[in-house]
């Protein structure tokens, strides 16, 4: 995003309430991401020190620092989808996209995307269908009860052609 678009943007948000989450929000939605440069521009723009802007992005996890894949596969990882197997299903995801192995522990945040950019794997607390349990969602939709073994068929869903040398 150049200078123009994101002084737009900020614009928009002239009050100091909501001022900072919004502008991010915004150019979240338009870049898919926050870019680096867009957060230092924003943080000259807004007078805040740029630690300050990492901070809110780091903890917001509607925010992202890196370009999303084509595809986002998104693990539940909230206290019903983990106790019924959530860890298995990332663990199987990070070999079949060929991702990460061994980065991710199954328990924490994490946001992981193919070399070719088509998925990027990331966790998130609690869809709301925990009756489903384990569940994951791609895009927009959500798979429930969820083994590993399914997922590969799911994934083709979604164009993923696996990798046949590789031993899953
Ligand atoms: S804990 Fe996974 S959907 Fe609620």
Known sequence: MDAAQLDTIVERYPGATGRVLGVLEQ??????YLPRDALEYLARKLAMPLSELYSIATFYSFFTLEALGEHVVTVCMG???HVNGAPRIVERLERL???GAGETTGDGKFQLTTADH???LTSARC????????VLRID???FGYVTPDKIPAILRQFDWEGNHHRNY
């Open 127 to 134: 869809f709301g269908a925990c009756s489903m349990a384990p």
């Open 118 to 120: 088509a998925f990027s």
């Open 140 to 142: 927009n939709r959500i």
């Open 97 to 99: 996209l060929d991702v």
């Open 79 to 81: 206290t019903a989808c």
């Open 27 to 32: 150019v979240q939605r338009r870049a898919g």
